[in-house]
């Protein structure tokens, strides 16, 4: 009787011993390990630059850093020679040669110097027809300077001494924007991570031996040689030799994979065990990996279109000021008084543009990334913050995520005995002691299983990798071997009628089936699954309690998935899809107006994390990965996303405050200073507006500080 192996996250016409076990401690088939997470996943680092698109375009955060302080240290005398400050606290700024001339030359300093970025980003929105924050920051210090600049020329007669407001706006936008961006990660650095996948070098074979080369020197048709250990620099089709292959980087599956004469390799994927020759079929822009980097580039475009919070705000304020402004202006012009007209006018422009605006969200999402980073989520990207709370479905990868992605022992039978345990733990031990001297996942497994029962473990030595087959050892001078089906076939052997219900069932599962032959007989079969993570399936019942749907995707077996998902209670399946169509079923799902968060930790998970209205990959996986999605799990607990869609909730609660808070004050602030209760003898003046805007931040902060009594704890997620 023949069965082929359709083990859990393995290429399924392979048998799970086709990798080349090592002894004494070398990793059997170079088992490929994800690449760890970097420590610091989430905020960015001060040099970090931002995505190319959006109001932070091209600018880093130490960029702001440098003029913030900046601009703070010359803000400090501006504010302190400022007549109009000095009346509000009643006092005296002391007067020498030259005194009055302080707050316009440094005020000038920190508008060129500290107001540039919104300078530049305001004109890129009035060019867009965009307007958000940075145009309604621009147009409030360029009205206050214009306006400071004719009152200490003393044109005009107009009493707008707005310098000391310059001064405070220009470095509290500042600080907003750089604590806003260090809680944000680049889009950039998924790119930037695919293409570390790649070699600079490669060892191209000639008549003479071989020749070390570019990467970009290489064509196809090239045959080149890839030692151990060493990756692909391009797709191609191995021509001789053979070689387990760690396609983790690119599949998102923990095992190797066997590659012989005529199969495929992928570029940035590693050879771990043996050197062989392939032929180049692609290179550069046209391999696999160049075109998941080009799938990631045109996913962060799409999900970058929508506009934050914050900037929908900003939009309805720029509008709403200047349209007060245009108002109060023709209205006092009309009313005969063009002095009046002027100085409402600007006073308007100038208070339009809240401090507490530009506080307010930066704050929440400084504190909300902090109160996250301490649950194990750490959150990259703003967006992802808001939208956590919009998702309908949470569309899980299986391997790594919801499983452990390490072969586990799942049932063991016996062919003389079956069903015994007698018979069920002489069949383990044996298989255990030829297992005993690999490092590989599937000994691992089988040799701790052992233990777990407390089995006596012979000793076996002589131990044989048999590549593509199994692997033998000598127990007290019998020849015991642990392989599939190739191995039984090789050693021209069926499997007995006693195993086959149990393998049968094992095999409908999906599980990977080893046999455990003694010479010539066979004395039973063990079964390796995919194990499961205990606490999938709390995150899975707690998500459904809550009304979202939970989603599972695979490259593996259907009947695996099924498996997979029955025991979790999992609502739809996605099986057998193809590494570059993962992010179609993304696409799909959300075609049929589901907003979806996707849970990965592979290469080819993030295209499918960027195109997702939030993308959270698991700490344990790629790079790429965890630079492609807005969240990072910095543990392999799928509960923590839990944690996330509360933190969403409360932060976009806080948001709304803050807004509303913001704006208010606008909205009642700029009509009094545009005069509409002049009637009454009620005008509100700069300094009176400055004040209120200065009390305005001041509430939006220690609102935001109220986010730190939320309690995130993933393992109490329920």
Not at 233 to 256: C, L, R, Y
Not at 313 to 338: C, H, I, K, N
């Amino acid at each position: 009787m023949e069965h082929r192996h359709t083990g859990p996250g393995v290429d399924k016409s392979v048998d799970p011993h086709t990798r080349s076990h090592g002894p004494h401690g070398t990793p059997h088939g170079g088992h490929g390990v994800h690449a760890a997470a970097p420590a610091t996943a989430g905020p960015a680092g001060d040099s970090h630059m931002v995505h190319s698109q959006g109001q932070h375009a091209g600018h880093s955060v130490a960029m702001f850093r440098d003029r913030f302080w900046l601009s703070l240290a010359l803000a400090v005398p501006v504010v302190f020679f400022s007549p109009m400050f000095a009346d509000l606290l009643g006092y005296e700024p002391p007067v020498f040669p030259g005194s009055a001339w302080i707050p316009p030359v440094f005020g000038t300093a920190i508008f060129i110097y500290g107001g540039r970025p919104f300078l530049k980003g305001g004109l890129s929105e009035l060019r867009t027809r965009k307007p958000g924050m940075m145009l309604l920051i621009a147009m409030a210090i360029s009205v206050a300077f214009i306006a400071s600049w004719v009152t200490s020329l003393g044109l005009g007669g107009f009493d707008l001494d707005f310098w000391w407001e310059l001064a405070l706006l220009v470095p509290i936008m500042l600080l907003g924007h750089w604590i806003e961006m260090r809680a944000l990660g680049s889009a950039q650095g998924a790119l930037d991570a695919l293409a570390a996948l790649l070699p600079d070098e490669a060892e191209r074979v000639t008549g003479a031996g071989t020749e070390t080369v570019s990467v970009s020197e290489l064509r196809a048709g090239d045959t080149i040689l890839v030692r151990p250990g060493g990756r692909m620099p391009a797709d191609g089709t191995v021509s001789d030799g053979q070689a387990e292959f760690d396609e983790s980087m690119i599949t998102g599956e923990s095992k190797t994979v066997l590659r012989a004469p005529g199969d495929p390799v992928v570029a940035g994927t590693i050879a771990t065990d043996n050197s062989v020759r392939v032929r180049v079929s692609a290179i550069g822009e046209d391999t696999a990996l160049a075109g998941i980097q080009r799938l990631v580039a045109e996913a962060q475009a799409s999900s970058s279109r929508a506009q934050a919070l914050a900037d929908r705000a900003a939009a309805f304020l720029f509008y709403f000021a200047a349209g007060t402004g245009l108002l109060t202006f023709v209205f006092w012009t009309l009313m005969g008084s063009v002095t009046d007209a002027v100085t409402r006018t600007v006073t308007v422009l100038v208070i339009a543009c809240p401090h507490a605006l530009g506080l307010a969200i930066p704050l929440v999402i400084a504190i909300s990334t902090e109160r996250a980073a301490r649950a194990g989520v750490l959150i990259k990207n703003r967006m992802a913050l808001e939208r956590m709370r919009t998702v309908d479905v949470v569309l899980f990868d299986k391997t790594g995520t919801l499983t452990r992605g390490e072969p586990e022992l799942k049932g063991v039978v016996s062919a003389a005995g079956a069903g015994t345990a007698t018979g069920q733990d002489a069949v383990l031990a044996l298989a255990a002691a030829v297992e005993a001297d690999s490092e590989h996942p599937v000994a691992r497994s089988i040799v701790a299983a052992a233990r777990e029962r407390g089995l006596e473990i012979p000793t076996a030595d002589g131990f044989t990798s048999l590549t593509g087959r199994g692997v033998r050892a000598t127990i007290g001078g019998r020849t015991v071997y642990v392989g599939g089906p190739a191995l039984l076939r090789e050693l021209g052997l069926q499997e007995p009628p006693a195993l086959a219900a149990a393998t049968g069932a094992w095999l409908e599962r999906g599980a990977a089936v080893l046999h455990v032959v003694d010479g010539g007989t066979v004395l039973g079969a063990v079964s390796l699954e995919d194990a499961v993570r205990p606490e999938s399936r709390q995150a899975v019942r707690a998500l459904q309690a809550r009304g979202i749907k939970v989603a599972m995707i695979t490259g593996d077996a259907r009947q695996v998935a099924q498996a997979v998902a029955a025991e979790l209670a999992i609502d739809e399946v996605f099986a057998e899809v193809l590494p570059a169509d993962k992010d179609k079923k993304v696409a799909e799902l959300q075609g049929r107006g589901l907003r979806v968060a996707m849970v990965g930790d592979g290469v080819n998970d993030s295209p499918a994390l960027a195109r997702a209205e939030v993308g959270i990959a698991i700490g344990g996986g790629t790079d790429v990965a965890v630079e492609s999605a807005g969240v990072v799990l910095a543990g392999n607990d799928p509960r923590a996303v839990l944690s996330m869609l509360d933190l969403s909730k409360a932060s976009y609660r806080k948001m709304w405050q803050n807004l509303v808070w913001a704006t208010g004050y606008n909205i009642i602030s700029v009509p009094l200073a545009a005069g509409v209760l002049a009637f009454a003898g009620i005008v509100l003046s700069p300094a009176a507006g400055a004040v209120m805007m200065s009390a305005s931040t001041i509430v939006v902060a220690l609102n935001a500080q109220l986010l730190r009594r939320l309690k995130l704890n993933p393992a109490a997620a329920g």
